[in-house]
């Protein structure tokens, strides 16, 4: 019976296990080990403010990303069920300078080091942020085939591009929505960019002559630019996972 009551606890793990494993490494490990030789201890600037938070259960690590933490689709239940992964605790605003640490690809060999409750079938991005001793993951859920394929999933969230130094071409109120990661009537398209992230779908139409976009983010997010300008906007009721009091 000891044996038995040994063996029941673990058969949710493995139930979990089996719903969270859409991903995988698929870069060849000469491309792998590249890729990790470009990055390795380079300084870069946030694309995009992001929200940072608790890495699931996983304490040693920060979680980076430019969607609210309650609309991430990394990991699920054995109900099929998101799970969140904790509530941020702040932003980390476009342009700020962070250092690249390392790149994990999700090779079986990192797979089966890492914690159950993480998104581990995805590609980890180790990251020194400004303040923190605590290290930040930035999940890349996109699995390029090529080095250069991933670089430029990678500029999405980080650049070698002087981004703050962009952001001094905006109005001060511009710029503080971005840090806030809120919009604002008549955003351009980079600026809207900076403040959401990168979006889910993206699609074009033309209304009388005129480019019309619809952007889809994860969770219920969206919004619609004319002309390159944001119109409109929704987002679901409380939908701010991190509040400044400032």
Not at 124 to 135: F, G, I, K, L, S
Not at 152 to 173: F, G, K, Q, S
Not at 209 to 222: M, Q
Request: hydrophobic letters at 40%.
């Amino acid at each position: 019976m000891k044996q038995l009551s040994a063996i029941i606890p673990i058969l949710p793990l493995l139930a979990l296990l089996l719903v969270s494993c859409p991903g995988g490494a698929r870069m060849p490990a000469v491309e792998q080990e590249h890729v990790r030789e470009l990055l390795r201890h380079r300084t870069r600037q946030l694309t995009v403010s992001m929200y940072m938070g608790p890495f699931f259960r996983d304490a040693r690590y920060w979680l980076l990303s430019d969607q609210p933490p309650g609309h991430l689709d990394l990991l699920r239940d054995p109900k099929g069920e998101r799970i969140h992964p904790g509530d941020a605790v702040g932003i980390l605003p476009a342009g700020t300078e962070v250092r690249l640490i390392d790149v994990e690809f999700a090779t079986s060999r990192a797979t089966t080091s890492r914690s159950l409750f993480t998104p581990r079938f995805f590609t980890w991005v180790h990251v020194a942020v400004p303040n923190q001793e605590r290290p930040a993951v930035l999940v890349i859920r996109d699995e390029p085939e090529d080095h250069e394929s991933f670089l430029e999933v990678l500029a999405r969230y980080l650049t070698t591009e002087n981004i703050a130094e962009r952001l001094l071409d905006y109005p001060e109120d511009t710029r503080e929505a971005i840090a806030r990661k809120q919009l604002t009537h008549g955003m351009g398209i980079e600026a809207v960019r900076m403040a959401w992230g990168h979006p889910l779908q993206v699609t074009v139409d033309y209304d009388e002559g005129v480019r019309v976009e619809s952007w889809r983010f994860e969770g219920e997010r969206s919004l619609t630019l004319r002309d390159g300008k944001l119109v409109s906007w929704t987002e679901p009721d409380n939908d701010r996972p991190f509040t400044d009091d400032a």
